[in-house]
């Protein structure tokens, strides 16, 4: 199954415990850098998959 564009530029690679690696998408930038949106969701899916990882996110209203 083909990924989304999105999933794609979420994707991050485990480097050691707790730390991963990951590259922006050029279908997520704009003039000076990725979009914010992309940058938040990347930084949220690092801290879903760390092993210390306590609870869950507050889904907003």
């Not at 564009?5 to 730390?19: K, R, S």
């Not at 990347?42 to 990882?53: D, I, K, R």
């Amino acid at each position: 199954m083909k990924k989304h564009p999105f999933d794609l530029a979420l994707q991050l690679t485990p480097l050691e415990p707790g730390v991963y690696g990951g590259t922006t998408s050029a279908a997520y930038w704009n003039m000076v850098g990725p979009f914010g949106g992309v940058t938040a969701a990347t930084a949220l899916n690092a801290v879903l998959q760390h092993p210390s990882l306590l609870g869950e996110p507050v889904p907003s209203l």
